[in-house]
């Protein structure tokens, strides 16, 4: 297998970030916003991983990281991640997550977010059916 490239954009490509994900089970592709910062993988033409950061009511927030289900636990995702976290130094980032991809998050300094959290991620998470969402938050930059 071909190395994953992961590449940054300042802004997003709305048409190639929903036809990604509609490869996905991310079903929030109207979220999408030219405005937003993209970080995508690809192994030869093909995109296997995107994700998105976003300013949302003036705060960060990761979005819609998703990676085909093929290409998953190959570390494309930490690839990624860190990518993103060159771009976000020194901001505070939330991300809406399943209990169990913690571990992933926490090398990155993101913990669980218990107090403090914007009502608009408490009103987002709240709107999801998986009841082990959590909100977790990190202080980027100089981790890695």
């Known amino acids: 297998m071909q190395h994953a490239i992961i590449m940054y954009y300042a802004h997003a490509d709305i048409t190639e970030v929903k ?4 490869k996905t089970t991310y079903r ?13 993988a690809e192994i030869g033409a093909e995109k296997v991983g995107i994700l998105r ?7 960060t927030v990761l979005r819609g990281f998703n990676i085909l289900a093929e290409y998953q636990r190959l ?10 976290v060159i771009e976000l130094e020194n901001l505070d980032c939330y991300l809406i ?9 926490e090398p990155f300094g993101f913990r669980q977010c218990r107090s403090g959290v914007p009502d608009f991620l408490l009103e987002r998470r709240s709107q999801y059916a998986n009841p082990e969402l959590n909100i977790l938050k990190s202080r980027l930059g100089k981790i890695l």
């Open 97 to 105: 997550c399943k209990r169990q991809l913690n571990p992933f998050y």
């Open 53 to 59: 950061i976003c300013t949302e009511q003036g705060s």
């Open 75 to 84: 570390g494309i995702g930490t690839l990624m991640l860190r990518r993103a």
């Open 28 to 40: 929030n592709a109207d979220s999408i916003a030219y405005s937003d910062q993209i970080v995508i």
């Open 19 to 22: 036809a990604f994900y509609e």
